[in-house]
């Protein structure tokens, strides 16, 4: 694993906010949206892939994209970026009406994430543990599905995670509005290391890449 990369807190524009939301006001914020996926699920029908992976690519490569998204404390408690954060999500054993969380190295090729991703969701459908594969590593972010609900608002209460820093994200059942498919996500952010601008922009290059889905099939678009 790369070791985390401080930031230089004399050029970073942020640094106030990141004091202020991390020490004097530490506070987390939700945002939840509807994506269009008109055109990734139609793509999806005509591919072998699975939905959910081609979800969970899709985040890891928006979030890859973005500083904030990779934030960290070192052992002082200062902020760094991690170089690459890799998705760790969840896959429901409805045995035991329990989940479990896995987690896939990042990889900016769709193909070979979904090579990777498929088999442990394969595997760890029937797992009895909360971490089949151990510890998760430190740069990991959380990726969560609700199947069976569409919502419109979804919110966690993180009891003392003020040391928490990468997002949360919470994914919903397809639903369908006027001829158009609509995913449910829930954007979970700890303020001090992003502000609703980057939340924002985060979900709107997330609708882009839904809505030109040809990385399913083909090169992406990291």
Request: proline letters at 7%.
């Amino acid at each position: 694993m790369d070791a985390s990369v401080p930031i230089d807190l004399d050029t970073w524009p942020r640094r106030q906010h990141f004091e202020h939301y991390r020490r004097l006001v530490p506070c987390t914020y939700s945002m939840t949206v509807e994506l269009d996926v008109t055109a990734f699920t139609a793509a999806l029908r005509r591919s072998q892939r699975k939905s959910y992976i081609a979800q969970v690519w899709a985040l890891s490569t928006v979030v890859n994209r973005h500083d904030e998204f990779k934030m960290c404390l070192t052992a002082a408690g200062e902020p760094a970026v991690w170089p690459v954060v890799h998705p760790a999500f969840t896959v429901f054993n409805p045995e035991r009406e329990t989940f479990a969380c896995v987690w896939a190295p990042h990889d900016s090729d769709f193909g070979a994430f979904h090579d990777v991703a498929a088999p442990l969701l394969a595997e760890h459908s029937r797992a009895t543990d909360f971490f089949p594969q151990g510890e998760l590593p430190t740069n990991a972010f959380d990726v969560s599905s609700l199947p069976w609900a569409s919502f419109t608002g979804f919110n966690l209460n993180i009891g003392d995670g003020w040391d928490h820093l990468a997002p949360i994200f919470t994914l919903g059942r397809y639903t369908e509005r006027d001829g158009r498919i609509l995913l449910p996500l829930a954007v979970q952010v700890h303020h001090a290391a992003a502000d609703g601008f980057h939340s924002t922009r985060l979900v709107n290059e997330l609708q882009a890449l839904v809505a030109d889905p040809t990385w399913l099939e083909g090169s992406p678009k990291a």
